[in-house]
């Protein structure tokens, strides 16, 4: 069974920059993808950013393209979103996500086709 624990969320001034971090336990195969998306409230959940563990493919919503960095290890077993320019826009609570199975979108970036979710980690940006 697939689990996620994410970690390194918090508070910073807007500018500033902060990573996030999500381990993987469980996962027996090596070609999957995995994102990050983030609520803030009274809003509906949102993907932020995608990345295939097997080609390193990438995706990125609009408002994050050129601050928010998604990567993973070689060994798959450690997602990151590295946040930098952070704005009180970006303040959420971010969820780590992986697909291991359904349907796929072309963007990576919808609820719908990620059926693993950690329990978030809160980032607070103010000005």
């Known amino acids: 069974q697939v689990q996620l624990v994410e970690s390194g969320g918090g508070s910073v001034q807007a500018g500033g920059s902060l990573r996030l971090s999500c381990t993987v336990l469980?996962?027996?195969?090596?070609?999957?993808?995995m994102g990050w998306f983030r609520q803030a409230p009274g809003k509906e959940r949102e993907g932020v950013a995608a990345?295939?563990?097997?080609?390193?493919?990438?995706s990125y919503a609009g408002p994050v393209k050129g601050r928010f960095t998604i990567s993973h290890d070689i060994a798959g077993s450690t997602l990151s979103l590295q946040m930098n320019s952070l704005k009180p826009e970006d303040t959420a609570m971010y969820y780590c996500?992986?697909?291991?199975?359904?349907?796929?979108?072309?963007?990576?970036?919808?609820?719908?086709?990620?059926?693993?979710w950690g329990q978030g980690t809160q980032v607070t940006v103010s000005s």
């Open positions: 469980g996962v027996t195969y090596s070609n999957y993808y």
């Open positions: 996500a992986a697909h291991t199975r359904g349907p796929t979108s072309d963007t990576r970036l919808q609820l719908y086709e990620y059926n693993v």
């Open positions: 990345i295939s563990t097997g080609g390193g493919g990438t």
